[in-house]
């Protein structure tokens, strides 16, 4: 499995690009900015867009989904409960003194226990409401990989003071959905390094 991470955008959010060797299919998770870069990381792979998935709604891991739809005609995953943030894309623009990127729809509403296939390899969707109430992770059983969104960091959580935040939610989500995963899991989080669920579970002082 081809898995490449690219930093996008002013915040530098992961962009996980995922590709099956064998069918030449890719899955693009989080594309928030720089999508000529994104592109051009699949071109290089010979890839094509089956799908693009969307952690949660906030302007960083969304801003280019739509030209990203354009340029590949792949269908857009997010948790419908995130729609009334990506309904305000112009505001978190303006929070970020940004120009509003373009808006896409989505085409389908991703869920807990939906899946996603890449050849063999199944990516599990997990509900983990409370940065946003639309977050979703995704676990990846045969690449022993969890893609945590803004959920999860090292040594560290995502925030929950925006609009649609909630901090007990955010802490539910992680210890019942997330650390109940293998220790050895890597963990891949919205921002920052890798880190393993084992390290999360005895260092991160937020789990405490
Ligand atoms: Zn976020």
Redesign the pocket.
Known sequence: MIHEILPVGVLQCNCSIFGDEQSREAIVIDPGDNIDQILTALARYSLRVKAIVIT?A?I??IGGAAKLKAATGAPVYMNANDQPLYDDLEIQASWLGMEPPGRTSIDSDAREGGSLKLGNTEFQILETPG??QGSISLWIPEENKLIA??TLFRDSI?RTD?PGGDGRQILRSIHNKLLTLPEDAAVIP?HGPNTTIGREKERNPFLA
């Open positions: 949660h906030h960083d891991h940065h946003t969104g803004d995502g925006l919205g």
